[in-house]
């Protein structure tokens, strides 16, 4: 009898031990998925910045694209009509496919001009001059610019079904006063840059290199900048996106910075 007691003692005691084993497991899996399933209450934010890329040489874009997937970052795209290392230009239908994937990940687009031309000067007549890249000069009055900058919507939405924000970026950041009031009464705000969110993408490479540019950023960038690069730039010889894009990401996170798209107000 005494027996038959002990066997009864260390059988409960077995299922007692499987037990608890069993709920710690369950604890455990249930933290996990909590975990996974709000993997951004993991940071604390300190800032917010806001990432916006012009569209450029296109050489590094799939490269960017992988590394903003990588970080989950999401990116306001300001696009214009520009000839890409391919040959063909950065919205023409061969390009379908990329701005189709980067619309579906979530990011934001706006107009960065059709023809990334360049305003020089208002002219007397209240109109804007807006000089081509080829060169060829342009007087434009309200209609012409809301031309301009509508023809990226119409272009872009029938490519990829996707609105643009009203918002507009004027190439190298060179506005007039005329082309800014044109832009409003178009219905899009102009964006420009923070002071420290010029990342220097464009500048050549021999003045300004990597390590100077991406620890210029990591130290300038402040709270509710916007920041501003290209999916590739022709002319600097050292790239920068395959050097600084990731530790600059990277880098940003760990100073507590979480990313932002803008939006048009109203």
Sequence with gaps: ?????????????????????????????????????????????????????????????EFIARTLNKHNVKATFFLANERTYRGDYSLDESWADYWKARVAEGHTFASHTWHHGYFRGDTKDGRTLYVHMNGKREVFDQKAMCAELDRVQDVFGKMTGKKLERLWRAPGGITTARSLEFGKACGYRHVHWAKGGFLGDELPSDSFPNPVLLRNALRDIRDGDILVMHLGIRSRKDAWAPAVFEPLLTGLKERGFCFDTLKAPG
């Design 1 to 61: 009898m005494a027996y038959s007691l002990i066997i009864m003692r260390q059988g409960f005691n077995r299922r007692v031990r499987t037990a608890h084993r069993f709920a710690l497991r369950t604890l455990r899996g249930c933290m996990l998925a909590l975990v996974c399933a709000f993997p951004a209450a993991a940071q604390q934010c300190k800032g917010t910045l806001y990432l916006t890329i012009d569209t450029g040489w296109m050489n590094h874009s």
